[in-house]
């Protein structure tokens, strides 16, 4: 199992950038690919971004896509979501979860094992 924590949300500006980190704990980090996944009120939950396990393959949402860019750290076991040209629409609650495999394959909720608590991201003025 692998544990996962979120972290760099905050409260940004129309245009402005956030880079959001998912930490893991556990052996299984560098052999499972990791998604990320935002929950806006009211709405479903919907994925935004995956990264294959070793970080060379990555695909994205439409809705980010020129915007977002996922990366990862092996060696530090962490994931990162840089997000730049931040939309009042992209606020939300931002998790990261782990697939239960290599490669990414779309964002079937049910396909990731392991789910941080979340982080809060609020693109206001």
């Known amino acids: 199992q692998v544990q996962l924590v979120e972290s760099g949300g905050g409260l940004v500006q129309p245009g402005g950038s956030l880079r959001l980190s998912c930490a893991a704990s556990g052996r299984l980090f560098s052999i499972l690919a990791i998604g990320w996944f935002r929950q806006a009120p009211g709405k479903e939950r919907e994925g935004v971004s995956c990264?294959?396990?070793?970080?060379?393959?990555?695909d994205y949402a439409d809705s980010v896509k020129g915007r977002f860019t996922s990366s990862r750290d092996n060696a530090k076991n962490t994931v990162y979501l840089q997000m730049n040209s931040l939309k009042p629409e992209d606020t939300a609650v931002y998790y990261c979860?782990?697939?239960?495999?290599?490669?990414?394959?779309?964002?079937?909720?049910?396909?990731?094992?392991?789910w941080g608590q979340g982080t809060q991201v609020t693109v206001s003025s």
């Open positions: 979860a782990a697939l239960l495999g290599n490669y990414c394959s779309g964002y079937v909720l049910s396909d990731f094992g392991s």
């Open positions: 990264i294959s396990s070793s970080g060379g393959m990555s």
